[in-house]
């Protein structure tokens, strides 16, 4: 693996260990000679794992202790020698694409920046025999597998609630909190974890993208990501920036409210679903059935004025998450600020007859951290 072997990723692994004014790689693997500032709740650490540590915390890697499978990685729990549960990330050895190898030391380039109660901390990762990302275990799996199991009883209110204002709060930060802005490109319910808790942990930054500050957007290509979640303007023109992890947090608010998948088995995504109901506001037809009516009215007006107001197709008329927050928890105090004109209205109905066109990309790019963890251990 050319990579592997490149002096500058060792340079990237010893971040935490390095004076704030020496050399650092950039997300696409240049260096850069910034200053880095400190985060306000203090520098994240992470270590340098072997590969022994990481084998027999696995058990050998063994087939019993795989909790999540993707195109290009395995997710395997361990216990290590002090007892501590983690998640070990690996790239599988099948892979020969130097692209997802690229994409695994930029998630360690990305979330090794990061330091949030939202964001699932990186505990370190392992270079010999392979590339290996070291996770703490997030014992109640991910939102998708606790919201859509039927085996299981369903989130009550207070739980959703929690985990909304926590996801919120976490790519608020990757927004405007870090050093960096990070765009993560793959905001959906499979890549929120819980805590024991139910605190939720945002994960899996194989596609995201550091944005300097001076740039308005990325362009991208190809399109990554998973369908139902794609923001028009990243699905039309790959364009990326904040506004497109934007939709797919209404997305995922929406999944949140109502238990429903992003996609249903017609292949209607749920925001096509949902829009008709938040524009003649019936709100109370989002709510998941199963609750039988056991939520907090004033907390689901404001959700469904947030998701309405995220999912909107023009980027332009997205909020940031700054204001998403601000409505989520004090609610909206001026709407007819976020009333759009007429002709806006026009243009997002007619970008709404684009769902058999949408549909035609592959249903999942990225793979899920832990998405069966909740089931498996």
């Given at each position: 693996m050319r990579y592997i072997r490149n002096n500058s990723f060792k340079r990237l692994f010893s971040f935490g260990r390095r004076s704030s004014k020496e050399q650092v790689l950039s997300p696409d693997g240049v260096e850069s000679h910034e200053t880095l500032k400190e985060e306000p709740s203090g520098r994240p650490s992470w270590k340098c794992f072997s590969y022994e540590d990481l084998f027999d915390a696995t058990n050998g890697f063994s087939s019993e202790n795989l909790v999540g499978k993707g195109g290009y990685a395995e997710v395997y729990k361990g216990i290590m020698n002090g007892g501590e549960e983690i998640a070990v990330k690996r790239l599988t050895r099948t892979s020969r694409d130097e692209r997802k190898e690229k994409e695994f030391l930029t998630e360690i380039g990305t979330i090794g920046h990061v330091n949030h109660s939202n964001v699932l901390p990186l505990l370190g990762c392992c270079i010999d025999n392979g590339l290996y990302l070291v996770f703490e275990l997030s014992s109640r799996g991910s939102v998708a597998s606790l919201l859509h199991d039927e085996k299981l009883p369903p989130l009550d209110w207070k739980t959703r609630h929690k985990i909304a204002i926590g996801t919120a709060r976490g790519l608020h930060y990757l927004h405007k909190g870090c050093k960096r802005r990070i765009i993560h490109r793959d905001i959906k319910a499979s890549n929120i974890l819980?805590?024991?808790?139910?605190?939720?942990?945002?994960?899996?930054?194989?596609?995201?993208?550091?944005?300097?500050?001076?740039?308005?957007?990325?362009?991208?290509?190809?399109?990554?990501?998973?369908?139902?979640?794609?923001?028009?303007?990243?699905?039309?023109?790959?364009?990326?920036?904040?506004?497109?992890?934007?939709?797919?947090?209404?997305?995922?608010?929406?999944?949140?409210?109502?238990?429903?998948?992003?996609?249903?088995?017609?292949?209607?995504?749920?925001?096509?679903?949902?829009?008709?109901?938040?524009?003649?506001?019936?709100?109370?037809?989002?709510?998941?059935?199963?609750?039988?009516?056991?939520?907090?009215?004033?907390?689901?007006?404001?959700?469904?004025?947030?998701?309405?107001?995220?999912?909107?197709?023009?980027?332009?008329?997205?909020?940031?998450?700054?204001?998403?927050?601000?409505?989520?928890?004090?609610g909206e105090k001026d709407a007819e600020k976020w009333k759009m004109p007429e002709e806006e209205e026009e243009e997002e109905e007619e970008f709404w007859g684009f769902e058999d066109l949408e549909y035609e990309y592959d249903s999942s790019f990225s793979m899920s951290l832990l998405d069966s963890i909740g089931s498996t251990s």
């Open positions: 819980l805590t024991k808790d139910f605190e939720p942990q945002i994960s899996d930054f194989g596609l995201a993208k550091w944005l300097p500050s001076q740039w308005t957007h990325h362009s991208i290509a190809p399109i990554e990501g998973t369908f139902g979640h794609l923001a028009p303007e990243y699905y039309l023109h790959g364009v990326v920036d904040e506004k497109t992890d934007v939709f797919a947090f209404g997305v995922f608010l929406l999944e949140v409210i109502s238990g429903r998948k992003p996609v249903d088995g017609s292949h209607q995504s749920l925001h096509s679903w949902a829009k008709p109901i938040l524009n003649k506001g019936g709100i109370e037809e989002l709510v998941d059935p199963r609750l039988e009516g056991a939520y907090d009215v004033t907390e689901l007006k404001r959700f469904s004025f947030a998701a309405s107001l995220c999912i909107r197709a023009s980027s332009t008329w997205r909020p940031t998450m700054t204001e998403v927050l601000e409505i989520m928890e004090e």
